[in-house]
């Protein structure tokens, strides 16, 4: 304990443009809970399990080590790239290897972070010090900050769309230059986003607030699809409020804003982009579809397959499927049923198959739904479900493209599959 008491020392000692942000040291049986150094809390977690071997994020400590035991200097920017709180490093979570060096230790050059073998032992128990930084928020990054509201607009422009959604929301607004963007985002995304290092999380569905509560208006939409295809239009609106009416009421019961006042408390910045992204998806199959079938040459087994080459499809374990009627079947006349709040379901899809579809391409359908359009006993009907996570990471990919080329560097996780 010597050792890291002398450390410590010397870290409290260095000039400010030498200090160092983070220190993740391997330690063998220490009990300490707390330490006051430098103006800053360092804490100690709980004994986990083995640091495995020769981890490729735990080599190059040692020399970083005596450097700063020996005088030297250590070259460090003015500002250190991370901002957050310690994060915590429990069971089952996986560190990546090895670590840029913006990510853990901003700044020390050449060398990248690592646990030391002259500081700890590499096999047996361990716990982790993390030393925060001394001051923040972190805005001395390369990459150009933008706001979320801007970000919004962004999207809308992608999708052609006048104004914000309703079931799309900036909940809370903030300057952001790493964020996490992920399908879904509840509680655990956003601890998860604090301890990357993200200062703003971007949502697909909606996460609360005015977006949740405002899906159902987005559900009208079917209204206007099922037009489009010749519907009447007192039919269209009828099906249409028969599928709104349960996802209402079923909205109204819910704890509408439980993940958004978190984020509040958490000073995090966040947002989801709903309909734009799936308009986006949407146009993507239709384009695609176009493009394959071959009039009433192509089966639904043939479009399924040229379904799968989609590289959000390739790199997806769920893949297209045909839920109801045969390979064999011609194509006929389709539809792509996507970007109306949710599926269409039972009584949507069944009016389409009566009005002359013979193919309609969804996303997902409810088992429920799903066995009532079974018992309508239509040979030709047929139903491709193009599969949920793939199908929105189409649209949220060509999002995080254009916020990837304004300079925003972007974790994906929660169901986003990066082809």
């Known amino acids: 304990m ?14 400010r443009r030498q200090r160092i942000g983070r220190f993740v040291f391997d330690i063998e049986r220490v009990v300490i809970v707390g330490v006051r150094v430098a103006r800053a809390w ?48 429990g069971r089952g979570v996986t560190v990546a290897a090895p670590p840029a060096p913006d990510r853990l230790l901003e700044g020390w050059g050449e060398a990248t972070l690592a646990a030391a073998a002259s500081i700890g032992s590499r096999i047996g128990w361990h716990g982790r010090i993390l030393f925060p930084p001394d001051a923040k928020p972190n805005r001395d990054r390369h990459n150009a900050g933008v706001r979320l509201s801007e970000i919004m607009a962004t999207a809308n422009r992608l999708a052609g769309c006048d104004q914000t959604p309703t079931d799309s929301q900036v909940y809370v607004d903030g300057d952001v230059r790493r964020v996490f963007v992920g399908i879904d985002v ?17 949502a697909h569905h909606p996460i609360g607030s005015k977006a949740r509560l405002g899906l159902p208006s987005v559900i009208e939409r079917h209204e206007a699809q099922m037009r489009a295809e010749g519907i009447p239009a007192e039919v269209a ?11 209402a009421h079923a909205l109204h019961t819910t704890n509408y804003d439980r993940v958004v006042d978190a984020a509040r408390q958490l000073k995090m910045p966040i947002m989801n982009i709903h309909l734009a992204a799936d308009l986006i998806g949407r146009q993507y199959f239709i384009d695609f579809v176009r493009r394959v079938v071959d009039g009433g ?35 006929g006349r389709w539809v792509v049923q996507m970007a109306a709040g949710t599926n269409g379901g039972a009584p949507v899809y069944r009016t389409y198959y009566e009005h002359g579809i013979d193919t309609i391409l969804a996303m997902h359908i409810d088992e429920r739904d799903l066995r009532e359009l079974e018992q309508l006993q239509r040979p030709q009907a047929n139903l491709v479900i193009t599969g949920h996570m793939p199908s929105d990471s189409i649209g949220m990919n060509r ?21």
């Open 2 to 15: 010597a050792g890291l008491s002398d450390i410590a020392g010397r870290r409290a000692g260095l000039p």
């Open 42 to 89: 360092f804490t100690l977690l709980t004994p986990r399990r083995a640091f495995r071997g020769e981890r490729a994020d735990v080599q190059a400590l040692p020399q970083q080590v005596n450097a700063l035991q020996e005088g030297e200097s250590l070259h460090q920017p003015a500002d250190a790239v991370m901002d957050s709180e310690p994060g915590f490093v």
């Open 186 to 202: 509840d509680l655990g995304e956003l601890l998860l986003a604090r301890s990357l290092g993200a200062d703003g999380v971007i």
């Open 237 to 247: 609106r009828e099906k249409m409020l028969d599928r709104r009416r349960p996802v």
């Open 297 to 331: 040459k192509t089966t639904v087994g043939g479009l399924i397959g040229e379904l799968k080459t989609i590289p959000e499809m390739e790199a997806s374990l769920v893949q297209p499927e045909l839920w109801l009627g045969q390979a064999e079947n011609p194509v």
């Open 399 to 419: 999002v995080i493209d254009a916020l990837e080329a304004q300079g925003l560097e972007v974790i994906a996780g929660s169901g986003v599959i990066r082809p």
